[in-house]
């Protein structure tokens, strides 16, 4: 998702592991339905992921943190879990809402230390921080160990009673008078007072704290040798380095015994990510960016270096492979285990040590092709690692490490078990000819409803970065989800283009210095016309969908090729470029890279390469996300792309804004939302699949099951039967046709609305279906409802009219539960509703389907007086004026029970009629 050069590893991870299922398919025991196999977006956003694995120093168990969505969240919650590595056995550690994750074994086993947000018992109101916590590993409740105002960066274990962690120092007497002040003013840049990070002792026993270090700056990294007695740390110097990186991180060897400090890489451009110490305490192992370009590292490889601490030096490890490192490395007692950067897989391998060379062996097993994580137990043979592939959700396996080999792999995580009767999109690895005539690889997944020799509609998925890169690993998620894709019967393809990572230095390199667009955009087309020439895409069904840089290369796509693309997806992303410059928290090191200029030189090369100014362009209905605190690419972007669309108005635009959100949302609700829109523009535009759905119509209200039981009548099933005469129709047959009255006040009003068989005795034209027969006569104009109470005054010799407009002031009062378009509908219907609610009523047929026989709800009755039914529903009912003309009163089926409604004037199929006996 992120444009920020320097979350590539971070992204790499998330493109693997996402918010994907771990397990290998398997063979239900049971039937699966056509259902239980179809995705739905809360399969995606809901689903389990594991991960910060750790071995115990027994070798005997895994700790790891599960995450799964909580729906009363709105967010996701983590927990640790125990897997034994002998048996098959795992336990739940830690339950509930609150976070809890880094979790680290004691050297001895018997402990696991964590941070959680769990709250402190006793703590201040707003100390909320996350805090460290250690529990048992035989289980039991955890208890806390610390209460620091700002919470705990990080943390290591130093033996069984020692820790070491890293902390913001509590608030200074500036901080809390500006709090007192209740000032939230925010000075940017303010380092006079941003709080020092720095290292603390820990005391098990007594939880004694003591400060380590009394740097003035901010510790970053950091890893404490094994003996307790040394720890490497990497010191943030600047507020801005982020922006500019002109201001280096500073890496210092610390004497923890004395307090001493040594600076080390200085005057060099290592900057130091990973940190491990070698098991032997010698020296330590660290990864840093390496890039030709003379300023910045915004686009780069990985490399690895050893320092030697008896030596004071550091040299580069000859891993001898061009694309560095990939995601990580584990320390073994003679070197260390690492995952190559290999294109659209990481490559697995184990370096030995011999005097100051390193001796390289690729791991072998039926995994090690596609593995994508890893951790070694100290005793250098026990592994557990995750294997994946696009089409394959991962599983984590623990195994032995014999020399380069894995042996004897067993899964021993079983997460989202659901999944297993999914469908899964089949996948490849594709490769065609892009940009300088190189070859670009990308992930391909088939449509679920494949068939060979049929064209099917393709939908591009582009990743962020651009240094970012899609893996041959499972991924479905908000950002990405494949398998609903696939299921609409769509190919998805999602190409590693020019500047991707994980292939190498003159690839990553490649886009810089002004060519950014140029050669992506052409690596990306070129692999549209290959699948095309396949036989696999239909030219005329192409979209696009991307996120961060992956919606900056989408949005290029409805500008260059805009008869192209018939439908776009776009989350987080630039139109127009000087802005962006300054408003973008690594704007200066990402702009200046990649278009070769900052805007202040050249600013009509910022001009040329913003699509804004060529939006006239576009024809693709475009669906635009941003949160609304983005600094990744800020929320203004999307304003001023979606105000163009709409000023020009020759493509269809939507927007939808997050609050609160940043560069990717993390509330569920709105994960949910951004694909539930997606796949809506996308069935309206690309795939033309159905009508777009009716957002005030509820499938589970009466409405939604009445319209079910027509589908299946229609297919000639019989539903149903008449509903029985009211209970209190009871009188003798030849007066059934006769309206009952009960007392109220003066006057005598029908129990019932005049009933179909009623008023066709009046009128014999008027004709019904048989089997409704006692549901009340509608479509009845005024002229003829005052006709029916004359004539059945005639008949019977009694005095009959309609109720006047007095008596309707008394008699018409709304009450809840009558038959109105609320009951049909599930909820309180705005008018609003009730009008995009007519299609779906049409769609029961003709005549007035909403119609329930009189007297099926309950009736308004007061205490002492005989019931009257549906005065509230069913049909609106003719009163007569004082003008003489009629007025429709009380609700009807096809109408929300809406106080603010004006009266019904004309006769409709819900307007009926009740009538009044004078008493004599």
């Known amino acids: 998702m992120s444009r920020n050069p320097w979350f590539v590893a971070l992204f790499c991870l998330l493109a693997v592991c996402g918010c994907a299922p771990a397990q290998e398919p398997a063979v239900a025991s049971q039937p699966v339905s056509e259902k239980e196999r179809q995705w739905k977006p809360e399969d995606v956003v809901f689903a389990e992921s594991a991960g910060q694995f750790r071995v115990s120093p027994d070798g005997k168990w895994a700790v790891w943190v599960k995450s799964v969505g909580d729906k009363e969240k709105d967010g996701r919650v983590s927990n640790l879990f125990l897997s034994s590595l002998t048996a098959k056995k795992e336990i739940q550690l830690t339950r509930g809402t609150d976070t809890y994750s880094s979790p680290r074994w004691s050297p001895n086993s018997e402990l696991i230390c964590f941070d959680s947000t769990r709250p402190v018992p006793n703590a201040k109101p707003d100390f909320s921080k996350s805090q460290l916590w250690l529990i048992n590993a035989s289980g039991g409740e955890p208890w806390h160990l610390t209460e620091f105002e700002r919470g705990v960066r990080s943390f290591e274990w130093v033996d069984n009673d020692t820790l070491i962690f890293s902390a913001e120092e509590d608030a200074s007497l500036y901080e809390r008078e500006t709090k007192r002040k209740k000032d939230a003013t925010r000075v940017v840049d303010d380092l006079a007072h941003t709080p020092p990070v720095r290292l603390f002792r820990l005391s098990i026993k007594d939880k004694k704290v003591t400060r380590l270090t009394e740097n003035e700056d901010w510790i970053q990294s950091w890893a404490v040798s094994p003996d307790g007695k040394k720890a490497v740390t990497v010191h943030g110097r600047s507020l801005s380095y982020g922006w500019d990186q002109k201001v280096p991180p500073v890496t210092f060897l610390y004497d923890l015994v004395t307090g001493q400090r040594k600076e080390l890489f200085a005057g060099t451009r290592i900057r130091p990510g990973m940190l491990r110490w070698a098991r032997d305490g010698s020296g330590f192992y660290l990864t840093t960016p390496y890039s030709s370009h003379p300023v910045f590292l915004t686009a780069s490889i990985t490399h690895l270096y050893f320092y030697d601490v008896a030596g004071g030096r550091a040299g580069q490890v000859n891993l001898d492979w061009g694309n560095g490192l990939g995601f990580g490395f584990e320390v073994t007692r003679d070197g260390f285990l690492a995952l190559l950067a290999d294109g659209a897989r990481f490559k697995a391998a ?30 250098g043979r026990t592994l557990v690692y995750e294997y994946t592939t696009a089409s394959l959700p991962p599983q984590w396996y623990r195994a032995a490490l014999d020399g380069p080999r894995i042996v004897s792999p067993q899964p021993f ?34 449509p679920h409803d494949y068939k060979p020799g049929t064209r099917y509609p393709l939908v591009l998925s582009i990743h962020g970065g651009p240094a970012g890169s899609d893996m041959d690993a499972w991924r479905e998620s908000m950002s990405t989800p494949n398998n609903l894709l696939a299921q609409r019967g769509a190919f998805v393809l999602k190409p590693n283009y020019h500047g991707s990572g994980n292939h190498g230095l003159k690839w990553v390199e490649s886009i810089c210095c002004g060519k950014y667009y140029e050669l992506e955009i052409p690596d990306i087309e070129k692999g549209v016309d290959s699948l095309i020439a396949r036989g696999l895409v239909d030219p005329d069904r192409i979209g696009t969908m991307g996120w961060s840089n992956g919606s900056i290369l989408s949005i290029q796509l409805t500008v260059e090729n805009p008869a192209r693309y018939k439908a776009a997806s776009v989350g987080a992303g630039d139109v127009e470029w000087i802005s962006d410059w300054a408003n973008v928290d690594f704007g200066h090191a990402f702009d200046t890279y990649y278009f070769g200029k900052s805007p202040l030189e050249d600013p009509q090369l910022y001009i040329q390469k913003s699509p804004l100014f060529k939006m006239d362009r576009v024809r693709t209905p475009t669906l635009i996300f941003f949160g609304t605190e983005d600094r990744n690419v800020p929320t203004s972007q999307g304003w001023t792309h979606y105000r163009a669309l709409y000023h020009l108005d020759k493509a269809p635009v939507r927007f939808l804004l997050f609050p609160g959100e940043a560069h990717g949302p993390r509330k569920l609700t709105h994960q949910l939302r951004k694909i539930e829109e997606e796949m809506k523009w996308f069935d309206q535009y690309l795939f033309k699949r159905e009508p777009a759905a009716n957002e005030a119509f509820k499938e589970d209200s009466p409405l939604g099951q009445a319209l079910k039981r027509r589908a299946v009548a229609k297919a000639g099933a019989r539903y149903g039967v008449l509903h029985k005469v009211a209970a209190y129709a009871n009188q003798p047959a030849r007066e059934a046709l006769i309206p009952e009255v009960v007392k109220r006040g003066k006057v005598e009003v029908g129990r019932f609305e005049v009933t179909r068989a009623q008023y066709a005795v009046f009128d014999p034209a008027y004709k019904f279906e048989p089997g409704t027969e006692n549901f009340p006569a509608g479509n009845i104009d005024f002229s003829r409802a005052k006709g029916y109470a004359a004539w059945l005054s005639k008949v019977t010799g009694q005095d009959y009219r309609l109720p006047s407009e007095e008596e309707a002031a008394w008699l018409y009062k709304p009450a809840a539960g009558e038959n109105t378009l609320e009951y049909w509908a599930g909820y309180a219907v705005n008018p609003d509703d009730a009008a995009r609610l007519e299609k779906k009523i049409k769609e029961l047929g003709s005549g007035a389907p909403l119609l329930k026989e009189v007297g099926s709800f309950a009736p308004s009755v007061a205490e002492g007086e005989e019931p009257i039914f549906d005065l509230g529903g069913n049909v609106a009912e003719w009163v007569a004026a004082k003008d003489g003309s009629g007025k429709a009163r009380g609700g009807s089926a096809d109408q929300p029970a809406d106080k603010k409604s004006r009266e019904r004037a004309a006769a409709s199929a819900y307007t009926g009629l009740r009538i009044i006996r004078d008493s004599k």
């Not at 184990?350 to 005793?379: M, S, V």
């Open 350 to 379: 184990r370096y030995t040590k011999q005097g100051g060379q390193w001796t390289r062996q690729w791991i072998a097993g039926d995994h090690a092709a596609n593995i994508f994580g890893l951790a070694l137990g100290e005793d």
């Open 413 to 446: 995580t079983d997460l989202n078990p659901q999944h297993k009767k999914k469908t899964i999109a089949r996948t490849e690895v594709v490769r065609w000819k892009g940009s300088l005539d190189e070859e670009v690889d990308g992930i391909l997944y088939y």
